[in-house]
C-alpha cells in the first residue's frame, strides 16, 4: 500500500510455470512489510491463491481476499484443493465478495464468520448506457449477450425461444464462442432469432436500446456457475429490464429482484425462460416499468460502493493482525 503509482511488483516478479499454472516467484522477495502493509488477492489463479496467502503468513502481512465463487468446481483437482482452499477463507483477515451469494457461500461452506466479509457489489462504467433512451415501441425482441458456451444456458435459450409462437418475436444472440456454430445452424431454421457475432462495447448501447429485455439463462455446471454477469448492469443502466435465471450471480446476488426490476426464473427450465419472455413480450408497459426501476436500483451498484467495500475490508484486515493506520484515514 506504500508503493508508488505503477510500481507493482508484478511487472519484476520473476515467473515460472508449475503442473502448467503460472507462478510468480519473484513475489518472494517484493511483499515485504517494508514496502506493503495489506496483500490483496483475488480468488483467481489456482497456485498463486495459497502462494501469496502462505507469503502474506510468513511476512505477517494482513491477507485481504477478494472472491467471486458461490460455487466450488467439482474436478478432481478442486475436490483434493478444497480443504486447502477453505483453510485460506478461514485464515484470511478480510474477505471481500461479489455479494451476498458469495458472503453466504463461504459463510456456510468454509465457516467464515460473516464478520470479516464485506460485500462489494459489481460495477460498471454506466456513461454510455445511461444515454440511451429507450423508444416507446421497443419490439418484441430479446437480446442475449455473452460467450456461447454451455455454461450460458444458451442451449435453454435456444428451446424457450422455439416454445413462444408469435412471429413478430425476435431474439438476437451477441457472443461468440465454441457453440457459435451449432448456434448459427438452429437459427438458420428460425428467421426470428439473429446471430450478431462480437458486438463491440461501443455498439452494445444500441442493441440494448433495439430490446425489450436482456436475458441471461446461465446453468450451473460441474466447473462454473455465474459470479455476477456485468452485462445485466449495462443493461439496467440503459433502462432494459433482465430475465436472469437462480445461477445468475447478480439475480443471487441482490441486483436483479424478481418482479421489481426484471424476472428471475429456475435454471435448466426452458419452460419457465419462455413464459418470462413470453410475459414481458405481450406486456410491454410492464417491461417499461421493471426498466425504469432498473435503472434507478443499479446506480446503488457503483465503483465508489465497491471502493469503500475494499478500505473497509483493509481496515479490518489491519485492525485483526494488531496494529497498521487506517487505510481511510491515510
Request: positive net charge; hydrophobic residues 45%; contains cysteine.
Amino acid at each position: 500500500m506504500r508503493h508508488e503509482p505503477g510500481s507493482f511488483p508484478v511487472r519484476h516478479a520473476a515467473r515460472i510455470a508449475l503442473l502448467g499454472q503460472p507462478l510468480l516467484v519473484g513475489l518472494s522477495s517484493e511483499l515485504r512489510p517494508d514496502r506493503y502493509d495489506v496483500i490483496v488477492k483475488c480468488i483467481n489463479g489456482r497456485l498463486m491463491v495459497p502462494y501469496v496467502y502462505s507469503l502474506s503468513r510468513r511476512r505477517k502481512l494482513p491477507f485481504v481476499l477478494w472472491s467471486s465463487l458461490w460455487h466450488h468446481p467439482e474436478s478432481l483437482t478442486h475436490r483434493v484443493t478444497r480443504p486447502l482452499v477453505e483453510r485460506i477463507y478461514r485464515g484470511s483477515d478480510a474477505i471481500v465478495v461479489y455479494g451476498e451469494h458469495v458472503r453466504r457461500h463461504v459463510t456456510a461452506v468454509a465457516g467464515v464468520e460473516e464478520g470479516k466479509t464485506f460485500v462489494a457489489g459489481q460495477a460498471i462504467d454506466p456513461e454510455r448506457f445511461l444515454a440511451v433512451t429507450p423508444p416507446s415501441d421497443v419490439p418484441s425482441r430479446a437480446l442475449f449477450v455473452g460467450r456461447l458456451e454451455a455454461e450460458k444456458g444458451v442451449h435453454d435459450l435456444l428451446e424457450a425461444f422455439a416454445r413462444i409462437s408469435d412471429p413478430g418475436a425476435r431474439l438476437g444472440i451477441a457472443g461468440r464462442g465454441p457453440l457459435e456454430d451449432a448456434v448459427r445452424a438452429r437459427a438458420g431454421s428460425d428467421p426470428r432469432i439473429e446471430v450478431l457475432g462480437h458486438v463491440p462495447q461501443t455498439e452494445l448501447p444500441g442493441e440494448l436500446a433495439a430490446s425489450r429485455l436482456l436475458v441471461l439463462p446461465s446453468v450451473t455446471t460441474k466447473m462454473f456457475r455465474e459470479p455476477w454477469g456485468l452485462v445485466a448492469n449495462e443493461a439496467m443502466a440503459a433502462g432494459v429490464p433482465v430475465i436472469a435465471t437462480d445461477a445468475v450471480g447478480a439475480a443471487a446476488g441482490g441486483l436483479v429482484r424478481d418482479g421489481r426490476n426484471g424476472l428471475v426464473v429456475p435454471e435448466r427450465r426452458p419452460d419457465a425462460l419462455a413464459a418470462a419472455i413470453s410475459a414481458l413480450f405481450e406486456d410491454p408497459a410492464r417491461a417499461r416499468s421493471l426498466g425504469d426501476r432498473a435503472r434507478s436500483d443499479v446506480a446503488e451498484f457503483s465503483h465508489e460502493r465497491m471502493a469503500q467495500a475494499f478500505l473497509a475490508a483493509i481496515d479490518h484486515a489491519l485492525a485483526a493482525r494488531g496494529g497498521g493506520q487506517a487505510v481511510r484515514s491515510a
